[in-house]
């Protein structure tokens, strides 16, 4: 298949790599950062920053290796049976349920507690499905512009919380020994890094002025990580370590204390729409490469989330429960299948 | 195929079947919730009220008031529905006042519900009252009770320093903490009107006793949350200072701490008759003024400690920098006052009959 | 050797022996010459002067007509359907055995340049086009003078044949585009154009994006401006209106005040442009969905003060908010369309069934007239009719959104409205262009001005 009428800009992919970072942080992410590592939170944010290296070191790797062809291609030169692609396409799958259940439990709790999950779900399925129906040039420029404007908003979160700002809550560092930190650093760097492997299925060469597109990539997620630990920070200063352990969904309920100039404060729902930009890409990524790596139209793929919901994730603690047991275990053997496929390259380099 | 598409959209819009539809006129917005508990939760609730009066235009509407019961407070709140048939709405709530009757028996029954509540904003206040009936006394200004209970505590916080503001969110805050006790203003009503007069001091989560107004105010300044107050001193006549900044540092050793208090302010009143043009009178004033503070704190330190609450937070600040803390009674707390009084109104002297 | 003179007869049956087309004979020393015009097309004075009594005085052969007759201009032709088509556009034809000659003779009688009526501008010339298109292409030519300013002439319309012209500087052009509209003009098979707007149907304007992808415009300064960028201006016959392509979002927010004017002034006046554009587009939505699904966003005061107003009206929140779009939406429309005798007293009567008299019959709540008037005072700004009618569209689908799901329906509403918005493709370019495949050169001149000289 022939991609190469769609040219992708360099600062739209990184838009992209912005996106797929920061959506699951705000909701599965710092609930399972904050209940493993408690008020070390910040230097699990800087331990899974340096870990992540890795990550993006696996990604370039992959990502360099025959620029001409996607994902699909590469697997298909590489490997010869379809092992590899459908685990990956499961894998990525119970992630796409997690994150669809996430997004979507969220709005129905806090903006519209009578609804069903159900009407909430096939909507955003239709835009799913829509954006997917375009193309992957479409799913980038779109990414652009509301990446923009999530950034916009996240400033505004980020200065106007300085108000109720109290940290000596951040104390007492480092308290029991290192494990803790570890422990919620693993937690943040199997939620949050594992999608840039998603980006895979865009071939290097469909990217305009591709020299330096590996720093791009290094500063976007530095800038991701950055915002990360300004909200860990935030949270936990404002709402006090026990209080934040409390609740579902920390970050949004700081948001609740934000008051810019001393009149506007109760922007709080209107703040949290970068949240469901963020998602809305990440999610149309995903089924993007699924449909791509294994050819199962869009439609299916959502019909078959859609159902999880109704079966399986039937409330939020079941979904709490299953999420903190199997997304790492998913993410980490994703992890270890693109370390098979980076093998695999090394080994192709040699007999060549 | 696509006729189909443009077709089910549409119908799938509508028939999400606006299940959330609320007209404002379907709102009873609900300003404060005053409870008490015999054996069932009592709750009075004031109302705003949204139609439209014939009476003059720009006046706020009178509240009306609801009293309703229940064996938890949501089925209390859902049974106001037995008398009015708007469902509640408590969104824009700025008070929350608790029976002093119910706080001794203790509060921790009462946060649940709003705590889990996706619809509450946690910043309304929580105040602690002495009397019944405290939200039907008639208000003469134009504000409805509520109303000008928050704004009078958002000025306190600003100029005087009198009342500990606490929201829903530090009182969930210090609930969950271990290591810090409740403070909560009270109420009482005085001559038709309400008055904060002391503030309530918790242990876990009973009330056990008042302070003083003047004491809130030493409370506020060991905690560092004084803008700006006003202090007098006693001795032979008054002086009175106002404080424009305040920072307390604290220095945290085993079983031993020091509070500094650095305090900058200027001289608004002086009935006595010191000569002001001298600077050895102004660190005079200083002085006294040093002297007088640092009583005051450890008389209220001593106070406390009898009650063995730790309202100031002292457990808290030793767990933060890791050091051991051996019970209120037995640490050494020793207080150094700074006051810097930089400039002092108008007069170069002090009015006095020559 | 084809005896022209047999088309006569040819030309006569065909079109019926219509009284319009004179036929007049000349007999000069045994030759006889036929000259063929149509008398509404043509100008008479100039036949007689310029031919009648020119060809009293010269020679009859071919050499000496096409040397010595007065007439400005003279084509040699030599079919038949070529008589027809010159016959139709107001030439006149001589013919005899071995030689047609087609002379320009048209009618002059045409609107004189007049001031544009639509587009207004404080600043700048005040010349519009006019419906003659040699008149437009003098308007234009008149600005740029220079050798690589080409036209060319296509006519399209089976029966209309209407001269279409494309406008265009060589070397500044994109050559792509030109060639894909003139693939597209050469075969297009369509009974009449009217009006320049049928052209846009030909070039390829997707008709399911409601936004404009083509410029129309009166002003030839403004056409001369979008030339010098690079773009195609097509000059219709008959229309007062010239499309000039491809036009990217961006270009509908400037005008050409602009660039008379200091980069800080022109930049502010953008700015305002923009924030038209989304108060127009957000605000009857933003009322419905804050009055009914997110009353947390409002003020105590605000809510207790419409709880107020909204307490007498009868209509739910989102049918008053419908009804009293359309309202305005018929309003607005009867304005354009009503003629000049019950014009002004009918939107005199409009308005005030939407003001006062509403209000005090306890139909609609105050807050929604001051939410129309926004809605109606932010789309003024704009001088492009499709701009306008396009936001419409996507303002009536925030509605729905809001009316449904409140906040979140709005929030999936401009998902979709930037899924649109960004999958239009004009030629092969993205529709937004300076802005999502961002092009930081570009990016100087779109929402405020950085650079003085262009």
Redesign the interface.
Known sequence: MNYMKDKIDKLEFCSMVFMLIMSPFLGMGIYNLLKFSNNDAVISIFISYILNIIIFLIFKYIFDYKPKLDLNEKLNTLFKTKYIKISLALLFFINLTALSYNINSFIISQFLSETPIIFIVIILSILIIYINKKGIQIISRVSTFLALLSIILILIAIFGSYSTFDLTNILPILKDNIKSPLLGSFYTLTINSIYIFVLLIIPKENINNNQKLNKYIFITSSIVFLIFIAITTYTISVLGINLALMYHYPAYITMKEITIFGFIDKIENFIIIHWIFEMFITLSLIVYFISKLTNIKPIIIITFNILFHITIFTNSTKFNYLVTKYIPISSVLIIIIMLIISIKIKKSYKTL | MKIKLIILIPLLLFLTGCYNYRELNDLGITTAIYIKKDKLYELTIEVLKTEKEDSKEGDMPKPVIFKSSGTTIQEALRNTILKSPKRLYAHHMQVLIIDENLAKEGISDILDLFFRDPESRKQFFVVVSKDDEILETDSNLTDTNSKSMYERIIANKNFLGNIVPVTFTNLLSKYLNPNIEIVLPSINIKDDEIVFNESAIFKKDKLIGYISNEDTIYLNLICGKIKDTVITSKDKNYITVEINEAKTKYKVEDNKIEIKLSLIGNISEINEQIDLINPNSINHIENIFEEEIKNNINNLIRKISDYDTDIFGFQDIFYKYNKNFNGLKNITINISVNMKLKYKGNGAYELYER | MVMYTKYIELLKRETNYNKDIIYREKNVRGKKIYIIFSESLTDGSSISEYIIKSLDEIKKDKKAIINDIYNFKVIEINTYDEIVEYINNGFTIILSKNYIFALETKNKSKRSIDIPKGENTIRGAKDAFTEDFQTNIYLIKKRIKNKNLWIKEYKVGNYTKTTVDILYINGKVDNKILKTINEKLENANIDGILNSGAIKSIIGESNINPMPTTITTERPDRVSKELLKGKIAIIVDNDPYVLIVPAFLNDFFKTTEDYSEKNINSSLTRILRYLSFYIALFTPALYIAL??????????EF??N???????VPF??FFEAFMMITCFEILRESDIRSSGFVGSSLSIVGALILGEAAVSAGIVSPIMIIVVALTAISSLPFSEYELVNGLRWYRILFM??A??????GI??AF??F??NL??TNLFGK?Y?MP????NFKSLKDSIIRINRKE
């Not at chain 3, 009316?403 to 979140?408: C, D, F, P, R, V």
Request: charged share 5%.
């Open positions: 009055i009914t699904y997110n009353q947390e966003m409002l003020p105590t809510l207790v419409f709880a107020m107003q909204r307490s007498t739910p929140a729905i959104g009316s449904t799901l409140g906040m979140i929030v999936y998902i979709y930037i899924i960004s999958a993205p937004l802005f999502v495949p961002t």
